[in-house]
């Protein structure tokens, strides 16, 4: 599964307010500092399975351990029609 924002969804940087927001057509929301590490690595190119990869070698943390978490939280923002898959 290659998650991709959704059509008129963009992860933007708010400067003025110092944080990083996902932006949909009529709605916002602020993600929080795990949800933006993944957020940031959704390109449309990258598969769940590199994501997770590229997390686990940044934070040098298990594979296994990130998964769980990754996958639920690709689960979360498609449900919010955030992304898609």
């Known amino acids: 599964m290659i998650p991709r924002f959704a059509p008129g969804v963009r992860l933007q940087e708010d400067k003025a307010r110092g944080r990083w927001i996902v932006m949909a057509p009529e709605r916002m929301f602020i993600p ?7 957020l940031r690595l959704v390109d449309g ?32 923002l498609t449900a919010r029609g955030a992304l898609t898959c």
């Open 32 to 38: 929080d500092e795990t949800a933006l590490e993944v």
């Open 45 to 76: 190119t990258r598969d769940e399975r590199a994501i997770v990869a590229a997390l686990a070698a940044r934070f040098a943390a298990p594979a296994e351990v990130i998964a769980g978490d990754v996958r639920m939280m690709i689960e979360d």
